[in-house]
């Protein structure tokens, strides 16, 4: 009897197993290429919460305020507009605590590979903001600092450190891998 029982099991197992490795057989290509593929991640400095969107058939036009002061207004277009957003965890019972930075940049949807340092970093408008109850608030050009963006097939990889003169940063580096 003993024979019997552990032949019935392993012949339970092997169905199983055959089963299994069916199911993973009938996986189209894409399907397992999809599975290869990590999941965005974002990566955000220490304290804070990040967010980081791509915008599709947009554009990033830099205005200025009555004042003379610059800000990024985002509208219909043919480029892809790139967003990155910090925002500082603070306590709530603390008013004016609150902080939060911005980098934005344009670029074109068919270039794929985009490699830019310092001055160049405008061909792509990138800016920054920091937006906080400080003297300092405001959206700044980026001149200073390198750019690399390869972008194919919806995947974009990012990967720039970059400096704002006189302006205390929190996030000063991104390195992203996105899929849109």
Same mark, same amino acid.
């Given at each position: 009897?003993?024979?019997?029982?552990?032949?019935?099991?392993?012949?339970?197992?092997?169905?199983?197993?055959?089963?299994?490795?069916?199911?993973?057989?009938?996986?189209?290509?894409?399907?397992?290429?999809?599975?290869?593929?990590?999941?965005?991640?974002?990566?955000?400095?220490?304290? *804070?919460?990040?967010?980081? @969107?791509?915008?599709?058939?947009?554009?990033?036009?830099?205005?200025?305020?009555?004042?003379?002061? &610059?800000?990024?207004?985002?509208?219909?277009?043919?480029?892809?507009?790139?967003?990155?957003?910090?925002?500082?965890?603070?306590?709530?019972?603390?008013?004016?605590?609150? &902080?939060?930075?911005?980098?934005?940049?344009?670029?074109?949807?068919?270039?794929?590979?985009?490699?830019?340092?310092?001055?160049?970093?405008?061909?792509?408008?990138?800016?920054?903001?920091?937006?906080?109850?400080?003297?300092?608030?405001?959206?700044?050009?980026?001149?200073? *600092?390198?750019?690399?963006?390869?972008?194919?097939?919806?995947?974009?990889?990012?990967?720039?450190?970059?400096?704002?003169?006189?302006?205390?940063?929190?996030?000063? @580096?991104?390195?992203?891998?996105?899929?849109?």
């Amino acid at each position: 009897m003993p024979h019997k029982f552990f032949s019935m099991r392993l012949i339970q197992i092997c169905f199983l197993f055959f089963a299994l490795a069916s199911c993973d057989a009938q996986k189209s290509q894409s399907e397992r290429e999809q599975d290869l593929i990590p999941p965005p991640q974002i990566n955000c400095p220490k304290g *804070g919460n990040c967010t980081f @969107e791509v915008l599709e058939n947009s554009s990033l036009n830099i205005k200025r305020d009555g004042i003379g002061k &610059l800000y990024p207004e985002i509208t219909q277009g043919d480029k892809l507009v790139i967003k990155y957003h910090y925002e500082k965890i603070v306590d709530k019972n603390i008013m004016d605590a609150g &902080l939060s930075e911005y980098v934005y940049l344009e670029i074109d949807p068919s270039a794929q590979h985009i490699i830019l340092k310092d001055k160049e970093l405008q061909r792509v408008k990138m800016i920054y903001g920091r937006i906080c109850r400080c003297s300092d608030m405001g959206y700044y050009p980026v001149k200073e *600092g390198d750019l690399f963006i390869f972008n194919k097939n919806g995947n974009l990889h990012i990967k720039s450190t970059f400096k704002v003169k006189n302006i205390p940063q929190v996030i000063h @580096e991104l390195e992203e891998n996105l899929k849109y």
